[in-house]
């Protein structure tokens, strides 16, 4: 069984920067691709970035150059810091395996508007 935790959520300006954390239980974290997804009102969920075991990493056009996923096997964490943060990043943010896993956290509320 594998439980995932975000945190790090809120409300922030357009341009500001946040950095979310999630903490993966279970073991063989390391040897799993990670990633980031986010699901919009109304809209499906969707991959924001991905992380190998190696740790090369990849991301939706919408986030490069912005965002910057990182893991620390040791912890079992995975982050996701985001600059230069859109109104259209606003959204409910998760973690999870890539692929996913069916079990997915609670996610962690990012909020960009003025």
């Known amino acids: 069984q594998v439980q995932l935790v975000e945190s790090g959520g809120g409300l922030v300006q357009p341009g500001g920067s946040l950095r979310l954390s999630c903490t993966a239980s279970g073991s063989f974290f390391s040897i799993y691709a990670m990633a980031w997804y986010r699901q919009a009102p109304g809209k499906q969920r969707e991959l924001v970035a991905v992380i190998n075991s190696r740790g090369s990493t990849n991301y939706a056009d919408s986030v490069k150059g912005r965002f910057t996923i990182s893991r620390d096997n040791a912890k079992n964490t995975v982050n996701l810091q985001m600059n230069s943060l859109k109104p259209e990043d606003t959204a409910v943010y998760y973690c999870?395996?890539?692929?996913?896993?069916?079990?997915w956290g609670q996610g962690t509320q990012v909020t960009v508007s003025s």
């Open positions: 999870n395996r890539q692929p996913a896993h069916p079990s």
